[in-house]
């Protein structure tokens, strides 16, 4: 089986599509290295992670002939098409950025992943009117329509009118780095390395206003344990500098407030384990579900914001907050409970069994082969 996967966003982007892109990949390429999985991309962009992907004989990245002239139209239009059937694509698969118009019609093998339904993530609402626009014509020329929970699979079905027969869940899984051991020895290493306080709360993100990071802050000062800090991994932008920190002045906790601007990747997953707990003050959107997931495989403890899409990846391993006095009460409670911290990171370890790489690789390739062979019988 070869599978052709599209979009220069996609492709070479630093976005929560991209990233699932490159989880996708590599899980079908580590349990199902006899297909191939082919990127196309209507320009000859690199980066580092595209060229980790290429470390797998099984992936290709594919861009417009030298003599095609309008690269763009290539990737929207018939060309890309043309592209797949001389590479012996038998599936084409879409992510966020569309499927082509030449596949309207054509009887050609098509999935396509929806990551934020909405495109809540776009710049203004020109951009989100377009795309959604897009993905709306994307869902009718798709065979079958992935959603990554059970809520935006309801949004695809009342936003886009897609019948619930054709539009299925499948879960994202976790980095395979959060199963790396990390040596006692490493902590001590780390804290230092980073300049890390002796007992904090992990957020990891963007600093905007839309983070709830102002939630984050408040439950930090209603903590029964004063000597607890709260990291803040992230670059720095005007809303942390101007709203965050004058908070944090305000509520009197800036002795207790530290920002990272980086952890290298390699030394998250110990930092994660350093932590208390992995503090979550936004839930709405899928990256935020990442860290759930990422987290609870690291073996940290999970605080996040109530929402049935936290509920949905967190299940049993989290805790849970509405108010940010309510979050501080249980944390508070949790953290002063050995017996009650061990039953909830062993709760977290068993939910996040399911979202293995393995699982979401076998879940991808029934939907592939279904419709593969959906078009062999339609063909009979």
């Known amino acids: 089986m070869v599978v052709g996967y599209g979009g220069h966003r996609v492709v070479v982007g630093n976005n929560d599509t991209s990233y699932y892109l490159r989880i996708l990949i590599k899980a079908l390429s580590t349990y199902y290295p006899s297909n191939y999985y082919i990127l196309y991309s209507p320009k000859k962009d690199s980066n580092k992670r595209v060229n980790a992907l290429l470390n797998d004989k099984s992936v ?18 018939a ?6 059937k001389a590479h012996g694509v038998n599936t084409f698969h879409g992510i966020d950025d569309g499927i082509a118009s030449g596949f309207a019609g054509s009887n050609f093998p098509t999935v396509f992943t929806m990551t934020d339904p909405l495109y809540k993530s776009a710049k203004g609402w020109m951009d989100r009117m377009l795309l959604q626009r897009r993905a ?43 199963d790396e051991s990390v040596p006692e020895s490493m902590f001590e290493i780390l804290r230092e390395k980073y300049h890390l306080p002796e007992k904090f709360i992990l957020y990891k993100g963007r600093f905007e206003k839309e983070d709830n990071l102002k939630d984050a802050m408040q439950l930090l000062h209603e903590l029964r344990n004063r000597k607890i800090s709260v990291v803040m991994l992230g670059y720095r932008t005007d809303y942390f500098d101007h709203v965050v920190k004058e908070q944090a002045h305000d509520l009197h906790i800036f002795h207790r407030f530290k920002q990272v601007d980086k952890i290298h990747h390699s030394d998250l997953t110990a930092v994660c384990k350093m932590a208390k707990a992995v ?24 605080i996040c914001k109530d929402s049935a899409k936290a509920r949905e990846f967190g299940g049993d391993g989290a805790i849970y907050y509405d108010s940010f006095e309510d979050g501080a009460e249980k944390l508070s409670d949790v953290l002063e409970d050995e017996t009650m911290k061990a039953n909830l990171l062993k709760a977290a370890r068993e939910n996040s069994e399911r979202f293995t790489s393995k699982i979401l690789a076998d879940n991808m390739i029934h939907i592939y082969r279904s419709v593969l062979m959906h078009r062999r019988l339609f063909q009979k």
């Open 60 to 77: 290709r990245v594919k861009f417009p002939r030298t003599y095609v002239h309008n690269k763009r139209r290539w990737y929207t239009g």
């Open 279 to 302: 503090i979550i003050p936004n839930t709405d959107r899928i990256r935020d579900n990442y860290k759930i997931i990422n987290a609870q495989r690291s073996g940290a403890l999970v």
């Open 136 to 178: 709306r014509k994307a869902c009718k020329i798709a065979k079958r329509v992935i959603a990554l929970c059970e809520s935006d699979r309801q949004t695809i079905i009342d936003h886009y009118r897609v019948s619930p027969d054709n539009v299925e869940v499948v879960h994202p899984c976790y980095f395979q780095g959060c």
């Open 79 to 84: 060309g890309i098409v043309k592209s797949a």
